[in-house]
Structures are given as structure tokens and as C-alpha cells.
């Protein structure tokens, strides 16, 4: 069992930064991989980052590429995703969840922490 628990989330202008962090607890042996979700009202859920855990090797999907950045504390047993020039449409609630590499199907998932980006 592995908990995840997003924090970090807020409301911010266009342009500005946040910084999202994922604190990963419990037996997190059979889930190396680990992603960044966000998902808007009315959208379909889109993984904004995907990295093996304990990599620096992240694959960003082109809406944030450039803008965000994922890091690891191994020793916090935290992720963070840094999140700079935010746009309106960064605005959703976003998600970590692990998966065990090589799989497609994530077994945990984060309660999520809410972005909000005003023009």
C-alpha cells in the first residue's frame, strides 16, 4: 500500500510560479514510475510529466514542456513539480500516481491539489 499526498496548490496570475510537491509513504517497492496528471472541468485528464523514480530522465508532454520541471528528494520520499510561467489553462486539479514500470496502469493515486491560474 502507498499513500500520496499532493500539497502546494493555490491560485496565482499568468506568469507566475508554483511549486507542487507529492510525499509518497507506505511500501512504495512494487511502484517505480511516477507521473504528474492534471485535469481541468469539461477535460479529459492529461499526464503532464512521467519519470522513473530515482531517474532525472522525465518525458513532459509539449503543453509544459519548458515551463515545468520535476524533481526528487529520495530522502523526503518526495516529488515536486515546479511550475513556472503559469498560464489560465495550466488551471486544473493535478495528481501524482505511480504505476510499476513497464505497465500502463497506475494502482495509486494522490487526492490531488487544485491550481488556479487568472489572466
Known amino acids: 500500500e502507498v499513500q500520496l499526498v499532493e500539497s502546494g496548490g493555490g491560485s496565482v496570475q499568468a506568469g507566475g510560479s508554483l511549486r507542487l510537491s507529492c510525499a509518497a509513504s507506505g511500501n512504495s517497492h512494487s511502484s517505480h514510475c511516477m507521473s504528474w496528471f492534471r485535469q481541468a472541468p469539461g477535460k479529459e485528464r492529461e499526464r503532464g510529466a512521467d519519470?522513473?523514480?530515482?531517474?532525472?530522465?522525465?518525458v513532459y508532454a509539449d503543453s509544459v514542456k519548458g515551463r515545468f520541471t520535476v524533481s526528487q528528494d529520495n530522502a523526503k520520499n518526495t516529488v515536486y513539480l515546479q511550475m513556472n510561467s503559469l498560464k489560465p489553462e495550466d488551471t486544473a486539479m493535478y495528481h501524482c500516481?505511480?504505476?510499476?514500470?513497464?505497465?500502463?496502469?497506475?494502482?495509486?493515486w494522490g487526492q490531488g491539489t487544485q491550481v488556479t491560474v487568472s489572466s
Open positions: 500516481a505511480t504505476r510499476q514500470c513497464g505497465t500502463v496502469a497506475y494502482n495509486y
Open positions: 519519470f522513473v523514480i530515482g531517474s532525472s530522465v522525465t
